[in-house]
T-cell receptor, first 113, second 112 residues
Framework: EAQVTQNPRYLITVTGKKLTVTCSQNMNHEYMSWYRQDPGLGLRQIYYSMNVEVTDKGDVPEGYKVSRKEKRNFPLILESPSPNQTSLYFC????????????FGPGTRLTVT | SQQGEEDPQALSIQEGENATMNCSYKTSINNLQWYRQNSGRGLVHLILIRSNEREKHSGRLRVTLDTSKKSSSLLITASRAADTASYFCATASTGGSYIPTFGRGTSLIVHP
């Protein structure tokens, strides 16, 4: 089954404790991206990647890092999480080219206390 | 920056009625997409309309695009309680990464 998986689905952590949210897709998509979703703000793009070793900042990249060492994986790293990073995070992937939709993962609900 | 803005923010209707949601955007686009999100879940793609298309249908969904007004609308006909969800428009700008940016969404409640 074609899918985007994220782990963990739920995470409660404390300020400053480094964490990684994994994202993996099995569709051989070149493009992957991370979004955060907050009430009243919709989805905001954090980082995106157009291919292996190619990443770029989205609208809200501060406090986040990403890496794309393999085509299928695109982990999101919070080196020193803070309470304002409490949010619902989504990973997405899509084929390259103009007219393709994105496939979303199920989401990771992160709480930073 | 967020490209699309949906209107209204919230919509409450009775089953069987039609639901119309609008999206406005700011810059030139290659295509516009509509997604649906059930509460707390991942987004699911509904329909994509290219910049050179004016209308597109998929089942009970009808999407229009007016590039001169930089706006789109999503019409759900004969709504069902199962259509209750948030709906987002997403735009892929010309000359960009083609990874779409999203609006804040319209929350639709369909009462049985």
């Amino acid at each position: 089954e074609a899918q985007v998986t994220q782990n963990p689905r739920y995470l409660i952590t404390v300020t400053g404790k480094k964490l990684t949210v994994t994202c993996s897709q099995n569709m051989n998509h070149e493009y992957m991206s991370w979004y955060r979703q907050d009430p009243g703000l919709g989805l905001r793009q954090i980082y995106y990647s157009m291919n292996v070793e190619v990443t770029d900042k989205g609208d809200v990249p501060e406090g986040y890092k990403v890496s794309r060492k393999e085509k299928r994986n695109f982990p999101l790293i919070l080196e020193s999480p803070s309470p304002n990073q409490t949010s619902l995070y989504f990973c997405a992937s899509r084929d390259s080219g103009v007219y393709y939709e994105q496939y979303f993962g199920p989401g990771t609900r992160l709480t930073v206390t | 920056s967020q490209q699309g803005e949906e209107d209204p923010q919230a919509l409450s209707i009775q089953e069987g009625e039609n639901a119309t949601m609008n999206c406005s955007y700011k810059t030139s686009i290659n295509n516009l997409q509509w997604y649906r999100q059930n509460s707390g879940r991942g987004l699911v793609h509904l329909i994509l309309i290219r910049s050179n298309e004016r209308e597109k249908h998929s089942g009970r969904l009808r999407v229009t695009l007016d590039t001169s007004k930089k706006s789109s609308s999503l019409l759900i006909t004969a709504s069902r309680a199962a259509d209750t969800a948030s709906y987002f428009c997403a735009t892929a700008s010309t000359g960009g990464s083609y990874i779409p940016t999203f609006g804040r969404g319209t929350s639709l409640i369909v009462h049985p």
